[in-house]
């Protein structure tokens, strides 16, 4: 059964750091680019960072986040991680991977995306 799951979500002190891996079954991750998008309460998805196919590391889709994410891959385990630092209360959401349609890249519309996880809440909050 070809699917991802995401896993790392909890709560987190702002400043802190978490680390999200979305571990793929099914399929070779490694085949596909990644991407991370977020979902806060009351907003629309948006995305977080993306990797390529083959890439060993990413880059972050937003300035709100660039400089304090960084997406990676682990070709051992066939999981893409997302070190999340300096979190904020912003931050707060439900934290989704996704794989790209075949021969993709990384693509910031959700319709070049075809598997999806089940999601992963992340919560900043002293």
């Known amino acids: 059964q070809v699917q991802l799951v995401e896993s790392g979500g909890t709560l987190v002190q702002p400043g802190g750091s978490l680390r999200l891996a979305c571990a793929a079954s099914?399929?070779?991750?490694?085949?596909?680019?990644v991407a991370w998008f977020r979902q806060a309460p009351g907003k629309g998805r948006e995305g977080v960072a993306c990797?390529?196919?083959?890439?060993?590391?990413?880059?972050a889709d937003t300035d709100s986040v660039r400089g304090g994410f960084t997406v990676s891959r682990d070709n051992t385990r066939d999981k893409v991680w997302l070190q999340m630092n300096t979190l904020k209360d912003e931050d707060t959401a439900v934290y989704y991977c996704?794989?790209?349609?075949?021969?993709?890249?990384?693509?910031?519309?959700?319709?070049?995306?075809?598997?999806w996880g089940q999601g992963t809440q992340v919560t900043v909050s002293a």
């Open positions: 990797i390529g196919r083959h890439a060993m590391t990413g880059t």
């Open positions: 099914g399929f070779n991750l490694n085949n596909y680019a």
């Open positions: 996704a794989r790209a349609r075949a021969v993709y890249g990384c693509r910031a519309d959700e319709e070049s995306y075809d598997v």
